[in-house]
């Protein structure tokens, strides 16, 4: 009998396949090769391989990604950067560190960003548009976006953070525009054992420029050619990231099966609005890095599944982030993304849920509705 299910399981991760851990971390340990080095570069080959971009370069975490595609495209001082305020906040941080300025527009039924609002937010000053791939999810509005950037010479950058392995009309999330951003956070759908990220560009120019730039703006020879920081992708990370990316399709396959059994355990709920399903043959292949619900007495169900011993989360603690007054964007009116955040909920979703414990998620909120 279930009786606990956690939101998300760090030590699982670990001990399903400790051995091989140990083996890998050992094999890196042993080489006395910690930064950069052979097993970062097998695993760009391998990541850019996977995604079917020219170029990946290992960074230290997905904000940095942002923020270093943001800063090798020329984003800087006096540019809007558009995006969504249903992000974590990383994404507004890179734009804001940059020293650029972030323009919101509101959400779709999808819950990612509203596309027909981009035309609107676009100014003199527009230098770049960030979609966010919001939980496993490509936005819809690609082409639409796609064509306007290049329409007006705006940058496209997506904040892949969420969508390793998701597709639209059999494309990657990551690849449609100068660069896709990528986090291996270890609740990501592709997680290390500590902050990890990467971008991905076909841009050679680009490519070489973020490779010096990561790595305190020096060239192969070790001379400083430009102004960089510190933020590689560790060695030891790098060797996990590459043993899981061998596993990847199957722990997708895993969180589309579990996507699926909610859908069918809770579509008939009328309280309940529900992300779209897993369907095969659609133009979205979505990868559910999380399980976004809007449910009728969102505050009562929660406590109800917390009785329960069913752990949900609020996205981001229930905010936007134009609502964390503190940033100071307490001016700019969403209500599409207001609205949403007073229902959201996050369901547990992760590969090494059993069928057992997803059926009694599902048990769990019905019995909170009938
Ligand atoms: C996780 C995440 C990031 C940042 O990634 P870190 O690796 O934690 O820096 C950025 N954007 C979104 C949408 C994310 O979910």
Not at 55 to 72: E, R
């Amino acid at each position: 009998m279930v009786k606990e299910v956690k939101f998300f399981d760090y030590p699982i991760q670990f001990k399903e396949l400790s051995h091989a851990y140990l083996r890998i971390l050992e094999n890196v340990l042993e080489s006395g090769c910690y930064i950069l080095g052979p097993a970062v570069e097998e695993f760009e080959n391998k990541f850019a391989e996977y995604v079917g971009a020219k170029y990946a370069i290992g960074v230290g975490n997905g904000t940095d990604a942002i923020l270093l595609a943001l800063y090798s495209a020329g984003v800087g001082r006096g540019d809007e950067v558009v995006t969504v305020s249903h992000t974590f906040v990383a994404t507004v941080e890179a734009i804001k560190f940059v020293g650029a300025k972030p323009v919101f527009v509101d959400i779709a039924e999808d819950h990612n960003m509203d596309v027909e609002q981009v035309k609107h937010a676009l100014t003199k000053r527009t230098k770049a548009v960030i979609p966010v791939q919001l939980n496993g999810r490509v936005c819809s509005g690609m082409e639409y976006l796609r064509d306007i950037t290049e329409k007006y010479g705006i940058i496209l950058i997506e904040d892949a953070a969420q969508a390793i392995g998701a597709k639209y009309k059999g494309k990657f999330a990551g690849t449609f525009g100068l660069a896709g951003c990528f986090s291996f956070y270890p609740a990501k759908v592709l997680g290390a054992f500590g902050d990890a990220g990467a971008i991905v560009t076909d841009d050679e120019r680009i490519a070489k420029k973020l490779r010096k730039i990561r790595n305190h703006g020096r060239n192969s020879n070790g001379n400083v050619v430009a102004l960089g920081m510190n933020s590689r992708l560790d060695s030891l990370h790098a060797a996990v990231l590459t043993y899981k990316l061998s596993m990847l399709d199957n722990s997708i396959k895993r969180r589309r099966e579990i996507a699926r059994m909610y859908h069918e355990g809770l579509s008939d709920l009328p309280c309940l609005k529900l992300p779209p399903p897993p369907v095969d043959k659609s133009d979205h292949y979505d990868v559910y890095q999380n399980y976004e619900i809007e449910a009728e007495s969102r505050d009562s169900l929660k406590k109800y599944c917390d009785k329960r011993g069913v752990e949900t989360a609020l996205p981001w603690g229930g905010k936007g982030v134009h609502q964390f007054r503190s940033l100071g964007f307490y001016k700019v009116k969403l209500p599409r993304t207001e609205n949403f955040f007073k229902e959201a909920l996050m369901l547990p979703i992760y590969p090494q849920l059993t069928n057992e414990q997803v059926e009694y998620v599902i048990e769990t909120i019905r019995e909170f509705y009938l």
